[in-house]
């Protein structure tokens, strides 16, 4: 081939040193980004921190309808009607800020508990003293890692043999099913289980062998929960030819055990959080504003700004790189308190039934929905839900919270998942404690009410919300 010349067209996306910064602050939350702030003015003279700027000044606020389709009025196209229900300095509005924040003035925090131990942290403490080979830590690390809240290995070993692959040679199920059985006896007994007969039979099995009911109870676990759920003591007492009275002991011992040996660990350490917006409700209308927090004020330091005429090229020329710096920070900061309101205020409009209502009149939201409505990115819905809070009056919530997806109603609608699991919720409360309802029956309840919904995930949503099946509810009554 003889070497030549090619012209060739083509379009290609540059991210700028600005667009780039922008986006990452986007996506860091309330803390993070005062974290970063500090660190750029540190690196950056020419930032200047205006942590003494006017407190009187009023945050950025605007309008959510109630339940409107079209876009989000402009704060200043009402100025003049809803002037009397938004005032800033208003006994009304002031009251409602301060208590949204939850915080007195004097700035004083009370003491902090020390961290809780949670779950894994406690197993893997009880796993490194328990003289385990190097090959035997490998696997209970595993283990450990693959359990839920409640202490049970839901999934099975399958998970556990698959992260262990890249061992030599390959665990055996063998290998890693005498390791379970080792955690299952560190404390809380009864974790690493596989179910909920195998969890209570691990913690009988610990008990004394004199201990009154211990083998029938062992038997009960082992082949008959639903009998146990519903005390038939007279079917447990024909099913294994015992007399009722030792059914009762061994019924008595069980209802005993941790049916959830993990739970009383904590799962994560709490987390404090300030919202990042807040609706509410002023004259009829539902309002947004940013957090005073939300928006940093920066200011370009006028000494070192000054000094860039009288500097030598050199000096000059870096001086003036730091100015162009600083005041790009300054612009992807108005474009992350203005990107930021346009999500909340879009996201209050859509979800107003659920503030006026609550969660059974949570409507359904995708993120791509939002995106095109504001004429965004998906990506950068993303990004702007992350970690952001919404403060309400029913609470202060993640903007993820807002949205779900959508099942099919009898009449051709739909109705997100958000409200069918609050529906669900509702009728567990609402359940004869005798006679707590099974999956089927919450299915069919919801199918009547016009909710076309499967019971396999009726049962998925009952486990997200962590409410127990029907026979572990009645167990624990």
């Not at 991210?15 to 980004?33: K, M, N, V």
């Not at 610990?206 to 082992?222: C, D, F, K, N």
């Not at 999956?439 to 919801?446: N, R, S, Y």
Request: charged share 30%; proline share 5%; aromatic share 6%.
């Amino acid at each position: 081939m003889k070497p030549g010349i090619q012209l060739r067209q083509s379009q290609q996306l540059s991210l700028t040193p600005q667009l780039q910064q922008a986006i990452r602050l986007l996506q860091l939350s309330q803390i993070e980004l005062q974290i970063e702030l500090r660190e750029l003015a540190e690196a950056n003279p020419l930032i200047e921190l205006d942590s003494e700027a006017e407190e009187e000044d009023a945050p950025a606020e605007t309008p959510a309808s109630d339940g409107a389709d079209g876009p989000a009025e402009s704060p200043s196209a009402e100025a003049a009607d809803d002037s009397e229900y938004w005032d800033e300095n208003s006994p009304q509005v002031r009251e409602w800020a301060q208590s949204s924040r939850g915080f007195d003035d004097d700035d004083t925090l009370d003491p902090q508990d020390a961290a809780p131990e949670g779950l894994r942290d406690h197993l893997q403490w009880q796993a490194n003293l328990s003289g385990f080979t190097a090959r035997e830590s490998g696997i209970a690390a595993a283990i450990i890692d693959a359990l839920d809240d409640d202490g049970y290995l839901r999934e099975g070993l399958e998970p556990v043999l698959a992260a262990l692959r890249t061992l030599s040679p390959a665990v055996t199920r063998d290998e890693a099913e005498a390791v379970r059985v080792s955690i299952q006896h560190f404390d809380p007994v009864g974790v690493a289980s596989l179910d909920l007969g195998d969890c209570l039979d691990a913690q009988i099995e610990q008990l004394a062998p004199a201990t009154e009911g211990r083998e029938l109870a062992r038997a009960i676990v082992a082949s008959e929960l639903d009998l146990l759920a519903r005390r038939d003591v007279g079917k447990l007492a024909s099913r294994f030819g015992a007399p009722e009275d030792e059914v009762i002991a061994a019924i008595t011992l069980v209802r005993a055990l941790d049916p959830r040996p993990g739970s009383r660990f904590e799962p994560v350490q709490a987390e404090y959080i300030t919202p990042d917006a807040y609706a509410m409700k002023v004259g009829g209308r539902w309002r947004v504003s940013l957090s005073p927090d939300c928006q940093p004020r920066l200011a370009i330091n006028q000494h070192y700004c000054g000094l860039i005429a009288r500097a030598q090229r050199s000096d000059a020329a870096w001086l003036r790189g730091q100015l162009q710096e600083a005041r790009w920070l300054m612009k992807s900061l108005e474009a992350r308190a203005d990107t930021l309101l346009k999500v909340a205020t879009a996201i209050v409009r859509t979800q107003s039934a659920f503030l006026d209502y609550g969660p059974e009149a949570m409507k359904p939201l995708v993120m791509r929905e939002l995106a095109e409505e504001l004429g965004m990115h998906e990506s950068t819905i993303s990004r702007v839900t992350t970690r952001k809070y919404l403060h309400t009056p029913r609470g202060t919530f993640e903007f993820k919270h807002f949205f779900s997806s959508s099942v099919a109603t009898e009449d051709g609608g739909s109705a997100s998942a958000t409200a069918i699991q609050a529906m669900i919720r509702k009728l567990v409360d609402e359940e004869d404690a005798v006679k707590p309802l099974s999956d089927q029956i919450l299915t069919a309840e919801l199918n009547r009410r016009g909710i076309q919904v499967a019971r396999r995930t009726v049962a998925k949503y009952r486990e997200q919300m962590r409410i127990p099946s029907s026979s572990e509810r009645l167990r624990a009554r």
